[in-house]
Nanobody, 114 residues
Framework: QVRLVESGGGLVQPGGSLRLSCVAS????????MGWYRQNPGKQRELVAT??????DYQDSVKGRFTISRDNAKNTVYLQMNSLKPEDTAVYYC?????????WGQGTQVTVSS
């Protein structure tokens, strides 16, 4: 089973930037549909961005501000987050998926506040 470990979260002021990283072990990240999700207490987990091959897709609220990318040599997927807003505050989770697997990381907290 693939193991995912996120990092890069923290406290940032509105308008600031963060880059989240998700390192995969026990599997080959290049073979998976990779995604970033986020969740706040009492709310459903929501999809932020996905990447498969070189194709990417984004939630409307983050288009133009967030960029998902992958480095297959490092078995790592990134989420570059710019122009952050307070409503981006959440725990961000990395996901790796195939037709027979659905793996999640432990999450990393992102807090956007002045």
């Amino acid at each position: 089973q693939v193991r995912l470990v996120e990092s890069g979260g923290g406290l940032v002021q509105p308008g600031g930037s963060l880059r989240l990283s998700c390192v995969a072990s026990g599997g080959i990240l290049a073979l998976y549909l990779m995604g970033w999700y986020r969740q706040n207490p009492g709310k459903q987990r929501e999809l932020v961005a996905t990447i498969t091959g070189t194709s990417t897709d984004y939630q409307d609220s983050v288009k133009g501000r967030f960029t998902i990318s992958r480095d297959n040599a490092k078995n790592t997927v990134y989420l570059q987050m710019n122009s952050l807003k307070p409503e981006d505050t959440a725990v961000y989770y990395c996901n790796a998926r195939t037709s027979v697997m659905d793996a999640w990381g432990q999450g990393t907290q992102v807090t956007v506040s002045s």
